[in-house]
């Protein structure tokens, strides 16, 4: 009894008072609505008949629910599932990938007692403010590096993002002290064995963090996969890029419609319905969604980057 | 220090070097601008021009755009066994999708990736007029090397003379043709789009629309609003087109505002009626058309949301597909009638506002260009001739293998998909292999389909688009060139205030002055100043 009197005390000290909590937690629950609706409208949209979407557009009470959306999506099939597996594998090896050239470069700048560290943090942030443009990017890729229709096309561009190396370096700087590196070299580890044995382990939140957003980068990538793989192409296609393409088919023939004229029409006929697209959605976001909880104890210590240690 | 200095340096010099030379020499690498790569069709053309133009075998890459296509295997093996044997070649389709081909064949032009052909038009991106002046088409007519005589005279001769007069342009080879024009339906017609099912069932008949126009459709639509209660909107409508229909005015062939207009005689679309290129919106005709739909909308005939960019579209195919409407607008295509009653199940009929016109976008509707960067442009014209003459290679191109994705009905008719008693489609055969037919070519030589019935491109298609009529000023094109300030920021305003005056939600009192004001600040009379310089001079050069 004693202790939770104690405990209810103890929590108090800290407490703003009552109203300013039931103010601040109205806010923040409003602000969690905010973020939250309107992929709850996504998901009822999915499941709504297409027949209600015509006659009373996007509703949180649709006139009747079918699944008949989804039905069509696992018609798709082969193309659906094949694009999830690529979806999936292009982020699982791009971000493992990813993560290993990114921690050798920034664990390189990190250390001070590395002679070229200038030049090479000028290079980094060099590419950070000037990039070649598209054309030269297109001209590299796909003709020097040969890189079309192949998940490498993928993966090696978004390989390496300047803006996580610098993150990535004041990370090491700050949380590794060079104590600890000194010591592990008076100890007799080697440098390799120093950076995966002892600085990794210490840095883990901050790569955590790094991972995630390149997780992230990869999952949601279209714009890479339009200009590398080619519409004949079935095999390489990731899920965001699947989704994109009917977006922008639509989006395509709506703008050309005057000049088009009757072709519009007919191909518009052909496209997917609203209720799949939503469908498409729903399956995209879904497994990102769900790995957002495992990854966000990391990213909260990974957010501290950079703030004052006791 | 000095090895630091040095590494930079060697840095700099890299990247200079990167970033000009990434092409191979082929393209420069600033944003749009193309190099031709002139030599090498030169060289590789006097090699192949001996004896046996075609001895070496070599592999033909095709850019298409609009296609559905995901396994094309067989269709590809057929093609290339066919063309080995007539031009000793392989062909390689890159299928481009409505959605991807803008951007992707907009940078394997400006990369000089090896493609031979590409598609191009008035309306995507690689513009044909504009792309020819770049320099990314190889000039078919060229004195010098005309390959377009030498080896495509086959699909020349058979093109209308109005698609071979719309194919000329001002490119950086000078005055000729940059591109084979693809016999497709090239006429523009403007027609209302009617639900004649819910017509009848209001006690009207087809002859009731005919008689009547758009400002007299008050009492028919106010029936049908009457009829089908307060979520119903008769009037379904694409803005844009909508203006065009109601004030018989065209786009104007160059123009990318959307703020130009050119009027026609709608009972006889070829007369001279001396109309010059106009600000659409400070006219006369706009003002009363505008008026009259914002009544329309007032009186809950249109969706809100058709006024609204976002939603616009969807809404106007929600509603076509599912028959909520009563009268819509339609750019009519031959047939097209067929296709919709059986989609939408409802009878649906077509009213032209005006005869069909041929204008330069028309004609410049889908077009196969011969990129600069082909290393065998000789071999590409042979295919293209090829293509629009031999109704098998273009039958096996548009609609792929029989008995695979298409079957023969006893008439010897296609069969591309089997319907049940409803119209539904059970079997789709070609569901893997759907290409854009009208996007390839020559339509034309094509056998029709058991929807399109026997004889449809011989006794309809080929007589209704030879008797539309080309505008009289059809071989203008408004050139922008140093207007760019000006063109943007009149597109800017149109596209604020355009959509919503067109589909009746604004107020005409009070956005029109608005907008017209703006439009003047943006320089718009410069624009029309200049369009009608160009005009009066295309008038006399004719």
Known sequence: MAEIALNQKRRRINAVSIPAEVAINIVMILFCALCIVPFILVIIISFSAEDSIRAIGYSFLPQAWSVAAYEYAFKLGDALWRSYFNSFYITVLGTILSLIVYILYSYALSRKDFKYRNLFTFINFFVMLFGGGLVPTYCVTKQLLGLSDSYWAIIIPMLLNPFNVIVLRTFFQSSVPDELIEAASIDGSGEYNTLFKIVVPVAKPGIATIGLLTAIAYWNEWFIPKLYISASDKLHVPLQYLLMKMQADAEYIAKNSAAMGAEAGMAMMNLPTQSLRMVLVVLVVFPIACAYPFFQRYIISGLTIGSVKG | ?542
């Open chain 2, 1 to 542: 220090m000095k090895m630091k200095k040095l590494l930079s340096l060697a840095l700099v010099a890299t990247m200079a070097m990167s970033t000009l030379a990434a092409c191979g020499g082929k393209t420069e690498s600033t944003s749009n601008d193309v190099a031709p790569v002139e030599s090498v069709s030169d060289e590789t053309g006097a090699e192949t021009a001996d004896s046996n133009p075609f001895e070496e075998h070599v592999t033909l890459r095709w850019y298409l755009d609009g296609n559905s296509v995901t396994n094309d295997s067989a269709v590809m093996e057929a093609i290339n066994k066919y063309l080995n044997e007539k031009i000793n070649a392989d062909l390689e389709i890159i299928w481009g999708t409505w959605g991807d081909f803008d951007d992707n064949s907009l940078l394997a032009i400006n990369s000089g990736d090896p493609v031979d052909i590409y598609f191009t038009c008035s309306w995507t991106k690689a513009e044909y007029n504009t792309y020819a002046k770049k320099g990314a088409w190889l000039r078919l007519d060229d004195p010098d090397n005309n390959i377009l005589k030498e080896y495509g005279s086959d699909v020349w001769n058979i093109l209308p003379q109005v698609l071979k007069d719309g194919a000329v342009t001002d490119g950086n080879d000078g005055k000729g043709v940059y591109a084979i024009p693809g016999y497709k339906d090239f006429g523009t017609q403007n027609t209302w789009d009617v639900n004649v099912t819910l017509l009848k069932e209001l006690g009207y008949t087809l002859e009731d629309i005919e008689s009547r126009d758009f400002f007299t459709f008050g009492d028919i639509l106010a029936a049908a609003k009457a009829a089908k209660g307060d979520n119903f909107y008769p009037l379904v409508i694409e803005g844009a087109v909508l203006e065009r229909m109601v004030t018989n005015s065209i786009i104007v062939n160059g123009d990318s505002t959307g703020a130009l207009s050119y009027y026609l005689d709608p009972s006889d679309v070829s007369k001279d009626i001396g109309s010059k290129v106009v600000n659409k919106f400070a006219t006369e005709e706009y003002k009363k058309f505008a008026e009259k739909v914002h009544e329309y909308y007032e009186l809950g005939y249109i969706d809100p949301a058709l006024a609204n960019g976002a939603t616009a579209n969807d809404t106007l195919v929600a509603q076509q597909n599912s028959a909520q409407y009563l009268i819509g607008t339609q750019s009519y295509a031959l047939g097209y009638e067929y296709t919709t009653s059986a989609a939408r199940g409802i009878e649906v009929a077509y009213v032209p506002c005006t005869s069909p016109y041929v204008d330069k976008t028309a004609a410049q509707g889908a077009m196969m260009a011969i990129s600069a960067t082909s290393e065998n442009p000789e071999r590409a014209m042979a295919f293209l001739n090829l293509l629009n003459t031999d109704p098998y290679l273009m039958q096996l191109v548009a609609y792929g293998v029989e008995g695979i994705h298409y079957q023969v009905a006893d008439n010897g008719l296609l069969i591309r998909e089997e319907k049940d008693a409803d119209g539904n489609v059970v079997t789709n055969y070609h569901e893997e292999y759907t290409p854009w037919r009208n996007g390839l070519g020559n339509i034309t030589l094509l056998t029709p389909t058991v929807d399109e019935g026997e004889g449809f491109f011989t006794d309809k298609f080929i007589p209704y688009y030879t008797s539309a009529r080309a505008i009289p000023a059809f071989g203008y094109s408004f050139d922008g060139t140093g207007l760019d300030t000006e063109l943007a920021a009149v597109t800017s305003v149109q596209s604020t205030y355009a959509l919503p005056l067109d589909c009746g939600a604004a107020d005409v009192d009070e956005v029109l002055p608005k907008m017209l004001a703006e439009l003047e600040a943006a320089g718009i009379d410069k624009i029309v100043a200049a369009a009608n310089e160009q005009l009066d001079a295309y008038f006399a050069s004719k």
